[in-house]
């Protein structure tokens, strides 16, 4: 597979293999769903276990997919795309953020802003950044619904000083394809993007905490695109800061 894919690799280009080709992984992920489906798994880690109780055949056939898997990750490492030249380092907790930086509030008329929650109890405002086009970020609130404050970064410039990359291998690893068939096996709709409009799906995100000084308490990147800070990780994180 690695050969016959570096072989593809070669005729695209990265570029075009990213915007044309990589996408056909969405199929992937109903693989794997119906892998948890027919043997009655609900993630990944059941399979494992349930695969070394199994018998030899099993345990081969798991390790060829296993070897599949290998290959292509290794393979993702050779088709990163480019639009990280600004990221160069890795502000950490004690870092402010520049006065200069500004971003644009995202505001649909009757969106309501605010409500109870755990971190409002907690003393913490939270805040949604998004990078997309503005037609594209007030449907999402309409969507959603989201509470809370909600900006648009268009220029990136928060995702750069933050250190928040690009990334095809975080994206499209089998183990990101792996949870969402586990998740679309348990019917759980996954999140569509809209046709109609430019997005960059490849754009790491994060979660962080800043003090009222705009002074960095908590960094936490995501490694992949569902890897995200428990809702209690981040309370413990404001309880110690304050």
């Known amino acids: 597979m690695y050969a016959f894919m570096s072989v593809v690799l070669e005729k695209l280009g990265a570029i075009r293999f990213v915007e044309e080709g990589v996408g056909v992984l969405c199929d992937a992920i109903q693989i794997y769903a119906q892998l948890c489906i027919k043997t009655g798994?609900?993630?990944?880690?059941?399979?494992?276990v349930t695969v070394g109780k199994s018998s030899q055949a099993v345990r081969n056939a798991a390790t060829q997919l296993l070897d599949l898997e290998d290959e292509?990750?290794?393979?993702?490492?050779k088709v990163e795309i480019s639009g990280n030249e600004n990221v160069k380092e890795m502000v950490g907790v004690g870092v402010k953020v520049?006065?200069?930086?500004?971003?644009?509030?995202?505001?649909?008329?009757?969106?309501?802003?605010?409500?109870?929650n755990e971190l409002g109890s907690a003393g913490c405002s939270v805040v949604v950044v998004t990078f997309g086009?503005?037609?594209?970020?007030?449907?999402w609130q309409q969507e959603t619904k989201c509470p809370f404050q909600y900006y648009r970064d268009q220029t990136r410039s928060l995702y750069t000083f933050l250190g928040l990359k690009r990334s095809v291998k975080a994206v499209w690893n089998t183990a990101t394809l792996s949870y969402y068939g586990s998740e679309v096996a348990k019917g759980t709709p996954l999140?569509?993007?809209?046709?109609?409009l430019e997005d960059d799906p490849h754009q790491m995100g994060g979660d962080f905490i800043f003090d009222s000084t705009a002074t960095l308490k908590f960094v936490y990147r995501s490694k992949t695109a569902n890897d995200r800070p428990?809702?209690?990780r981040i309370l413990q994180a404001i309880h110690n800061i304050q």
């Open 41 to 48: 798994i609900e993630d990944r880690q059941t399979l494992e």
């Open 72 to 77: 292509w990750d290794d393979f993702l490492g």
């Open 98 to 116: 520049p006065d200069e930086m500004r971003m644009t509030s995202v505001g649909v008329e009757g969106a309501a802003v605010g409500g109870e």
């Open 133 to 139: 086009e503005e037609r594209g970020a007030v449907r």
């Open 191 to 196: 999140p569509q993007g809209y046709t109609d």
């Open 230 to 232: 428990s809702v209690d």
